[in-house]
């Protein structure tokens, strides 16, 4: 209230991603805005029609390799028991979908999944997939958000599966935020694919990743109907399962190792967050 009286230059900053911000904190910072042209909002992911001037900051990022520091490289050009890595905590109408058309193609009859469906089931993780504080599904329950427990890439998960099925947090087109849910694949050296907004892996070629498009088709990132992007992911990954792993992942050594040693680079960090503090002195030399 201070800064809003006197109109000194001031950062409002969210941890929060931007579809979330705009759903539940978006008049409080609309409101402070039009008292204080001097205001400056930091949010977590883009978005192509937010209704006011923000900029995106990657603290998630930080928060991520922090917690993974220590995560070892993972193998993945040998036998493995499990086909899919497909996890997923809330339940949206577009990740069930997903879900029941890989399971009537037979992708998920030999892979590793978890999901909440409220009232019509939950499904835990096998004890030796699962992190061992959520043995305890009462704990799990009643911190969901458990950092360590989510967060932390767990090797048995990736190093028993072939590749990653990624449902991100945010799915609305051209509203992306890179979570912990493609970040631990990414540490983990895995092939993902992912259900999210469209061009969600165009934002992560922006921000220096790569994807796979030379070897798998991605034509699913750039479908705006979201019903024919859940086909498209489902045609994606039986593709998937009738290919030779190993073969797959000598084809993409390169990318999987470009994209762990960026995920740990503080040089490329730092350069991120200096562009982000040029932004901030921009917005308050207008």
């Given at each position: 209230?201070?800064?809003?009286?006197?109109?000194?230059?001031?950062?409002?900053?969210?941890?929060?991603?931007?579809?979330?911000?705009?759903?539940?904190?978006?008049?409080?910072?609309?409101?402070?805005i039009?008292?204080?042209?001097?205001?400056?909002?930091?949010?977590?992911?883009?978005?192509?029609?937010?209704?006011?001037?923000?900029?995106n900051?990657?603290?998630?990022?930080?928060?991520?390799?922090?917690?993974?520091?220590?995560?070892?490289?993972?193998?993945?050009?040998?036998?493995?028991?499990?086909?899919?890595?497909?996890?997923?905590?809330?339940?949206?109408?577009?990740?069930?979908?997903?879900?029941?058309?890989?399971?009537?193609?037979?992708?998920?009859?030999?892979?590793?999944?978890?999901?909440?469906?409220?009232?019509?089931g939950?499904?835990?993780?096998?004890?030796?997939?699962?992190?061992?504080?959520?043995f305890d599904?009462?704990?799990?329950?009643?911190?969901?958000?458990?950092?360590?427990?989510?967060?932390?890439?767990?090797?048995?998960?990736?190093?028993?599966?072939?590749?990653?099925?990624?449902?991100?947090?945010?799915?609305?087109?051209?509203?992306?935020?890179?979570?912990?849910?493609?970040?631990?694949?990414?540490?983990?050296?895995?092939?993902?694919?992912?259900?999210?907004?469209?061009?969600?892996?165009?934002?992560?070629?922006?921000?220096?990743?790569?994807?796979?498009?030379?070897?798998?088709?991605?034509?699913?990132?750039?479908?705006?109907?979201?019903?024919?992007?859940?086909d498209?992911?489902?045609?994606?990954?039986?593709?998937?399962?009738?290919?030779?792993?190993?073969?797959?992942?000598?084809?993409?050594?390169?990318?999987?190792?470009?994209?762990?040693?960026?995920?740990?680079?503080?040089?490329?960090?730092?350069?991120?967050?200096?562009?982000?503090?040029?932004?901030?002195?921009?917005?308050?030399?207008?």
């Amino acid at each position: 209230e201070n800064a809003t009286d006197k109109k000194v230059p001031t950062i409002l900053y969210s941890e929060e991603n931007i579809e979330f911000l705009q759903e539940r904190d978006i008049k409080v910072f609309t409101d402070l805005i039009k008292l204080n042209k001097n205001i400056c909002v930091l949010a977590h992911g883009v978005s192509k029609n937010f209704p006011f001037e923000f900029i995106n900051h990657f603290d998630f990022w930080i928060q991520l390799r922090q917690i993974n520091s220590k995560a070892e490289p993972i193998t993945h050009d040998m036998t493995k028991p499990k086909d899919f890595l497909f996890l997923s905590r809330r339940e949206t109408e577009l990740r069930g979908l997903l879900r029941d058309k890989l399971t009537e193609t037979g992708c998920l009859n030999n892979s590793i999944i978890s999901y909440d469906r409220g009232d019509r089931g939950i499904k835990h993780l096998e004890k030796q997939y699962e992190h061992v504080a959520f043995f305890d599904t009462n704990f799990k329950a009643d911190n969901c958000h458990y950092k360590p427990a989510i967060w932390q890439v767990l090797p048995q998960q990736f190093a028993n599966t072939k590749y990653s099925i990624v449902a991100e947090t945010i799915e609305t087109n051209h509203v992306h935020c890179m979570s912990e849910k493609i970040f631990k694949p990414i540490i983990a050296g895995h092939i993902f694919i992912v259900l999210a907004g469209a061009g969600y892996l165009d934002y992560l070629r922006q921000n220096g990743f790569k994807t796979f498009h030379d070897y798998i088709d991605e034509s699913y990132d750039m479908e705006t109907d979201p019903i024919k992007r859940v086909d498209k992911i489902v045609l994606c990954c039986q593709d998937l399962a009738s290919r030779n792993h190993i073969e797959l992942y000598k084809q993409v050594a390169n990318i999987t190792k470009h994209n762990r040693q960026l995920f740990f680079s503080d040089e490329h960090l730092q350069n991120l967050n200096i562009n982000i503090i040029e932004q901030v002195r921009e917005h308050f030399r207008k």
